[in-house]
T-cell receptor
Framework: SQKIEQNSEALNIQEGKTATLTCNYT??????LQWYRQDPGRGPVFLLL?????KEKRKERLKVTFDTTLKQSLFHITASQPADSATYLC????????????FGKGNQVVVIP | DGGITQSPKYLFRKEGQNVTLSCEQN?????MYWYRQDPGQGLRLIYY???????QKGDIAEGYSVSREKKESFPLTVTSAQKNPTAFYLC????????????FGPGTRLTVL
C-alpha cells in the first residue's frame, strides 16, 4: 500500500542546533515533494518544493534534500530558534497529470531556548 | 489583500443536521481543495475542483458534498450521512498547473454534539 511516513515523536532540540526531519514514502513515484509548516489551530503554510531531478534546495535557514533511490526527503532547519517550533508536513504528488497532494502526518519540532 | 478565507472559525451542530462550511479565495486560483484533519493525523483530501462547475472526489468523499459555481467559492456541506464529522476542516487553493503549491485557509473546527 502507499505510505508517507514521518516520525510521530516530537523532535526536541536546543536553540541554535540543526533540526533534521525525515519523510519516507512507499509505492509512490513523485515528480516533486513539498514541505509545509503548520502551527496549532491554523492552516499549513508552504515552505519549499523540490523536484525529482534536484538533489537539494535551500531557502534561508531551511534545506531540503530528495533522494528518489532511497525514497526519502530530509528537511533541515539550521540555527533553530524557538519561533521554529511547529509541525512540519511533507507532501507529494500521488498521481501524474494533476495537482493533487498526499500529505504525511507531520513531525512536531520543539526548540528549547 | 489576497488570500483564502474560511468561515466560521468554530461551528457546533447537532447530530443529524447538515452543515455548510464556507471557503472563498481572491487569489484568482483555478483549483480548490477540501481536507479534513483529525488529531495526530495528516490531511486527508475530501473533494477537489480544478475548474468551475467541475469537481472530483478525494479519498474520503462519503458523507460530504461540494459545489463550484464560482471561481472564488468552494463550499463544503457535511451531511448527516457522515458518520464521524467532528474534525478540523481546511480549504486550500492553487493554480491549476502541476507542482503548484497550495495556499490554505485558517480552517473551521466543526464539533457535532
Amino acid at each position: 500500500s502507499q505510505k508517507i511516513e514521518q516520525n510521530s515523536e516530537a523532535l526536541n532540540i536546543q536553540e541554535g542546533k540543526t533540526a533534521t526531519l525525515t519523510c519516507n514514502y512507499t509505492n509512490y513515484s513523485p515528480a516533486y515533494l513539498q514541505w509545509y509548516r503548520q502551527d496549532p489551530g491554523r492552516g499549513p503554510v508552504f515552505l519549499l518544493l523540490i523536484r525529482e531531478n534536484e538533489k537539494e534546495k535551500r531557502k534561508e535557514r531551511l534545506k531540503v534534500t530528495f533522494d528518489t533511490t532511497l525514497k526519502q526527503s530530509l528537511f533541515h532547519i539550521t540555527a533553530s530558534q524557538p519561533a521554529d517550533s511547529a509541525t512540519y508536513l511533507c507532501a507529494l504528488d500521488p498521481l501524474g497529470g494533476n495537482n493533487r497532494l498526499a500529505f504525511g502526518k507531520g513531525n512536531q519540532v520543539v526548540v528549547i531556548p | 489583500d489576497g488570500g483564502i478565507t474560511q468561515s466560521p472559525k468554530y461551528l457546533f451542530r447537532k447530530e443529524g443536521q447538515n452543515v455548510t462550511l464556507s471557503c472563498e479565495q481572491n487569489l484568482n486560483h483555478d483549483a480548490m481543495y477540501w481536507y479534513r484533519q483529525d488529531p495526530g493525523q495528516g490531511l486527508r483530501l475530501i473533494y477537489y475542483s480544478q475548474i468551475v462547475n467541475d469537481f472530483q472526489k478525494g479519498d474520503i468523499a462519503e458523507g460530504y458534498s461540494v459545489s463550484r459555481e464560482k471561481k472564488e467559492s468552494f463550499p463544503l456541506t457535511v451531511t448527516s450521512a457522515q458518520k464521524n464529522p467532528t474534525a478540523f476542516y481546511l480549504c486550500a487553493s492553487s493554480t491549476a498547473g502541476r507542482a503548484d503549491t497550495q495556499y490554505f485557509g485558517p480552517g473551521t473546527r466543526l464539533t457535532v454534539l
